[in-house]
């Protein structure tokens, strides 16, 4: 029986798709629940999975292709078997791209020197440009009359030569072999379309404005150091420096509450909640799963969601309910190396706390010189709705709440 593969329902507002990568191809049987299409849309990537067991059979969209949802893509036979594949025969041995290059040089070569033509090598060439000389100005040393760059630097060290009276002779021609120049052409994914509309968005809508401090972060080591076995014994995941700066910044938002709000029309929306999204790297670029009613969390639930959100990220297993609503963004850069930033905010929400690499450095403490681990971060606010004094008191009790994590426990 021929069943329809159609494209599902990915959110109320998702009417358009993008066909990814087709997981099976014609002819190929699959499982009942098994993903045979990839599909992408602005927010989520999500897998078509076949409506039973059988074989696909036709597939009416390729990737790349836009569809609209309820539309058919492809076909399958329900219950069918895959058909025997025959043995396949080798392919001819295609000519590696390196080799292929290097004979059409050689080519080239041959049918230059055949008509008289000076080779300039690329080394050459650049020094010549550099130099402000011709070709024909230096002599050439290599094999098969090959000018080479050793032979530009030998000229441009040698002393002029004397004018000579006899007729210069006929000036031959030259060729520059040069290596290839390739561009690739890949179109921009739904999502990563979104991702530079609201960025743009927020850009041209916002009033963005960044503060910064920096933390001593040798208390919150400390406790991750000392707790650290315990914790992972009991709960099987690490202890983190997220779900500490999670905890600080629901302790902030909650003395700030501009930070956590956001502007709707002419009103300003307070929320007593906090949804905080982090950032996260995924396999199709960056996305900000959230939180969900962070400020009810312990610091165990918060590391097992992260774990888990950045396990779905990786495997562009999220859904649109995970990637929308959040009042408030955490974006780590430390862990790609980043020293200072300034984050941009991810509309409608105001306000987005931006961490980095910790280094240790000296600093002045009680009168004396030490070495610490420290950490710069960076509030970027919309200053629309938030004045320059709840952003760096906001920062600064951040700062506070690290730098003696207790204050979060005793809540002073």
């Given amino acids: 029986m021929s069943v329809e593969l159609k494209v599902p329902s990915v959110g109320e507002s998702i009417t358009e798709v993008q066909i990814g990568d ?23 990537t999500v897998e078509l999975p076949a409506p039973s067991a059988g074989v696909v059979t036709k597939m009416l969209k390729k990737k790349g292709d836009k569809a609209m949802v309820g539309e058919t893509i492809g076909y399958m036979e329900a219950g069918a078997a895959a058909p025997a594949k025959a043995e396949a025969k080798p392919a001819p041995k295609a000519e590696a791209p390196a080799a292929a290059a290097k004979g059409a040089e050689k080519s080239t070569e041959k049918s230059a020197e055949k008509s008289g033509e000076k080779i300039v090598m690329p080394a050459a060439a650049r020094e010549l440009a550099q130099r402000g000389l011709d070709a024909t100005q230096v002599a050439a040393s290599g094999p098969g009359g090959r000018l080479l760059k050793e032979d530009v630097l030998k000229h441009t060290s040698a002393p002029a030569a004397p004018a000579a009276a006899a007729p210069a002779p006929a000036t031959p021609k030259v060729q520059v072999l040069a290596g290839a120049r390739e561009e690739q052409i890949v179109p921009l ?12 968005q927020a850009q041209h809508t916002a009033a963005i404005l960044s503060t910064f401090n920096e933390i001593d972060m040798t208390n919150a080591m400390a406790l991750r150091k000392q707790h650290q076995e315990r914790f992972v014994e009991k709960y099987k995941v690490k202890l983190g420096f997220m779900s500490l700066f999670v905890r600080a910044t629901i302790d902030a938002l909650r003395m700030y509450p501009q930070v956590n709000a956001e502007i709707r029309g002419d009103a300003v929306v307070y929320k007593n909640y906090c949804d905080v999204g982090i950032a996260v790297g995924g396999g199709k670029g960056l996305v900000v799963p ?21 396990k779905k990220a990786q495997d562009n ?19 790609y190396g980043s020293l200072l930033s300034t984050p941009i905010l991810n509309p409608p929400q105001s306000g987005i706390l931006g961490l980095h690499a910790i280094q240790d450095r000296p600093i002045a403490l009680n009168g004396q010189v030490v070495i610490r681990p420290m950490m710069y971060v960076a509030l970027s606010y919309d200053h629309r709705i938030i004045d320059g004094r709840e952003a760096v008191s906001f920062l600064k009790r951040i700062k506070e709440c690290m730098e003696d994590p207790a204050r979060m426990l005793l809540e002073i």
């Fill in 22 to 44: 087709w997981l099976k191809g014609a002819g190929d049987a699959v499982r009942a629940d098994e993903g045979v299409v990839v599909i992408e849309t602005d927010k989520v």
């Fill in 189 to 200: 994914t739904p999502m990563r379309k979104r991702i530079a509309e609201r960025l743009v």
């Fill in 290 to 310: 959230i939180l969900r009613n962070a400020e009810r969390l312990g610091f165990a639930e918060i590391e097992l969601a992260i774990a888990d959100l950045a």
């Fill in 317 to 335: 297993k999220l859904s649109l309910d995970e990637l929308t609503g959040g009042t408030f963004t955490i974006s780590n850069g430390g862990i």
